[in-house]
């Protein structure tokens, strides 16, 4: 009888302990390019805390269509990591406001305020920057340019071998944006989406020069245009900070950064956004609350922003380690820093998810189809107030 007991005992503890384990996981979603930093915040979360984190991977477009067809049907994950101009599809997909307990007090200013839409904070920054800056290979390229003109003579000077000078994702919105700025376009001006510009004519114009010219390959995306670049078929690449430690491991000392060339004197300026952590359908009744409450403030927390620095080359939200970073000890890391510096914040608006589809629409027109500039400068103006006036009806 006593060994019956003791048998039943030993179950009903194993059962507990499986039902306090089943209970204490969280189901993560990270739309960031490279996993591997987050794996290990994750593996150091779960050594401290004996809390297991789901980590599911998704490149962030696909993770924003996703995230919009899984929210009808009510199937999404606790914790998303996504750009901050994500939360701008708060309505949507449920996001609940952050509690102000789960922010660090050592949270950089410049970012603090990066997942509010209208005074309410929709998500918890980890890394700052995500800016496009120009990598280029040591082995080809003695000087980099420093301006798109000089860009004709310096192609006598590569390779043969060279497929294309330079590569980067050319389809991708986010690459457009420099290249805008430099010709005084803005996607969002004032809180309205300013599309239909002479600025962004212009822009388109040039744009698409620099692929006629044979400069840039229109079918690279982000993934060829890395491996492009690391096995030496171009010389430059037009990529952001979530690279950096890959290309190191890859190249070496023959990975050098440098600021993006000015277009007919003017600078290029990139965005620069964070990557925050949002949570659908948060719930303070909710059993996980405490749990992602937990993971949240580990994530602002040294041991995870070092992992952030370290191992994903970005740079990181806590003043601690950032005071650290101020005497960066490279000539890369200086750059990096640099650009950095010269940056425009990525619109925190709920216009800004519109934007980037209106731009995404209006220019496969102009790319595949020969769409004039001015016709594809009013397509995406078109697009994006007409998605504008469709949810302020379903609002009202």
């Keep these: 009888m006593k060994r019956i007991t003791s048998v039943i005992a030993i179950y009903l503890f194993s059962f507990f302990c499986s039902v306090l384990s089943a209970e204490e996981k969280i189901v993560f979603w990270n739309g960031h390019q490279h996993a591997e930093y987050m794996v290990k915040i994750v593996d150091e979360f779960h050594k401290k805390t004996g809390i297991k984190v789901d980590l599911h991977q998704f490149l962030s477009p696909q993770l924003r269509d996703e995230v919009l067809n899984q929210a009808n049907s009510n199937q999404l994950p606790d914790m998303l990591y996504v750009p901050s101009d994500f939360v701008g599809l708060y309505k949507e997909i449920k996001l609940a406001s952050v509690p102000s307990d789960w922010i660090s007090p050592k949270l950089d200013i410049r970012v603090k305020d990066s997942g509010k839409i209208d005074n309410i904070n929709y998500g918890v920054p980890l890394f700052q920057g995500n800016h496009l800056m120009l990598f280029y290979n040591r082995a080809l390229v003695d000087s980099p340019i420093t301006d798109w003109a000089q860009l004709d003579n310096h192609i006598s000077t590569l390779p043969e071998n060279i497929q294309f000078p330079f590569t980067w994702n050319y389809r991708e919105m986010y690459w457009l944006i420099p290249f805008m700025s430099a010709f005084g376009a803005w996607p969002i001006e004032n809180d309205k989406i300013s599309l ?11 744009y698409k020069y620099l692929a006629k010219m044979g400069y840039v390959d229109t079918e690279c995306d982000h993934n060829c245009s890395v491996d492009r670049f690391k096995t030496g078929k171009s010389a430059y690449m037009i990529n952001g900070d979530w690279v950096i430690r890959d290309l190191e491991n890859a190249m070496e000392d023959n990975l050098g950064i440098a600021m993006l060339p000015r277009i007919q004197g003017k600078e290029m300026v990139p965005m620069f956004s964070s990557y925050v952590l949002a949570y659908p359908g948060l719930n303070p009744n909710n059993k996980k ?15 995870a922003q070092q992992i952030i620095s370290d191992q994903g080359g970005l740079m990181p939200v806590n003043n601690d380690l950032l005071t650290k970073q101020g005497n960066a000890k490279t000539e890369n890391a200086a750059i990096v820093i640099k650009q950095m510096q010269q940056t425009r914040t990525m619109p925190i608006s709920n216009k800004m998810a519109i934007t980037w589809s209106a731009m995404a629409k209006g220019f496969t027109r102009f790319m595949d189809h020969n769409y004039p500039a001015e016709k594809t400068a009013i397509l995406m103006q078109r697009v994006a107030d007409k998605e504008i006036k469709r949810r302020s009806k379903v609002e009202k």
């Design 289 to 303: 609350f405490e749990l992602l409450k937990q993971f949240t403030l580990f994530a602002q927390d040294k041991l």
């Design 196 to 206: 239909n510009t002479p600025e962004m004519v212009d822009t388109l114009n040039y």
